[in-house]
Antibody, heavy 116, light 106 residues
Framework: QVQLVQSGAEVKKPGASVKVSCKASGYTFTSYGISWVRQAPGQGLEWMGWISAYNGNTNYAQKLQGRVTMTTDTSTSTAYMELRSLRSDDTAVYYCARGGRWFDPWGQGTLVTVSS | SYELTQPPSVSVSPGQTARITCSGDALPKQYAYWYQQKPGQAPVLVIY???ERPSGIPERFSGSSSGTTVTLTISGVQAEDEADYYC?????????FGGGTKLTVL
């Protein structure tokens, strides 16, 4: 079955960077893009961006431009999301999901806590 | 970018029909998608392209579109349907989510 498995929880200090991984299985990795969505505690879903697993093209949310980088490793069917210059309001659960127009399925989520 | 507006909450008794709306100026031109999220879990796609239901999603979930509003309808609501529901739409510039609607089964 199609599955996305994400890396474990992270605790970072303000100003640091975090890199979350998302390993895909059960389908041809390069046939779909991977999107990233985050959810702050008690809040709604926020789209962060998308990467084509076929050619590496990306589309980032405007508010994160310059701080976020999404990459893929087709040899391991893994997508990565790196967020730099972390602030306290970046504390959230970060999800990867298969697809670019709609998202199915989702990874289990990775909690990133930014705290001094 | 555009916005999608959902009611914060909807309440319904078991067996009744729940309707959750999502409004946005771009919806006549773009498809809408719906996700169910239960506490502590990742979202699950329940409707795609306005009214299509993924395999494994119960038939009581349906979607419709009219002008600038799309609607998720849950017929014969069950206790297990209590969750947050999010609409979503996308265009060439990116993706937008609605603010979410908490469905309470009384």
């Amino acid at each position: 079955q199609v599955q996305l498995v994400q890396s474990g929880a992270e605790v970072k200090k303000p100003g640091a960077s975090v890199k979350v991984s998302c390993k895909a299985s059960g389908y041809t990795f390069t046939s779909y893009g991977i999107s990233w969505v985050r959810q702050a505690p008690g809040q709604g879903l926020e789209w962060m961006g998308w990467i084509s697993a076929y050619n590496g093209n990306t589309n980032y949310a405007q508010k994160l431009q310059g701080r976020v980088t999404m990459t893929t490793d087709t040899s391991t069917s893994t997508a990565y999301m790196e967020l730099r210059s972390l602030r306290s309001d970046d504390t959230a659960v970060y999800y990867c999901a298969r697809g670019g127009r709609w998202f199915d399925p989702w990874g289990q989520g990775t909690l990133v806590t930014v705290s001094s | 970018s555009y916005e999608l507006t959902q009611p914060p909450s909807v309440s319904v008794s078991p067996g009744q029909t729940a309707r959750i709306t999502c409004s946005g100026d771009a919806l006549p031109k773009q498809y809408a998608y719906w996700y169910q999220q239960k506490p502590g879990q990742a979202p699950v796609l329940v409707i795609y392209k306005d009214s299509e239901r993924p395999s494994g999603i119960p038939e009581r979930f349906s979607g419709s579109s009219s002008g600038t509003t799309v609607t998720l309808t849950i017929s014969g609501v069950q206790a297990e349907d209590e969750a947050d529901y999010y609409c979503q739409s996308a265009d060439s510039s990116g993706t937008v989510f609605g603010g979410g609607t908490k469905l309470t089964v009384l």
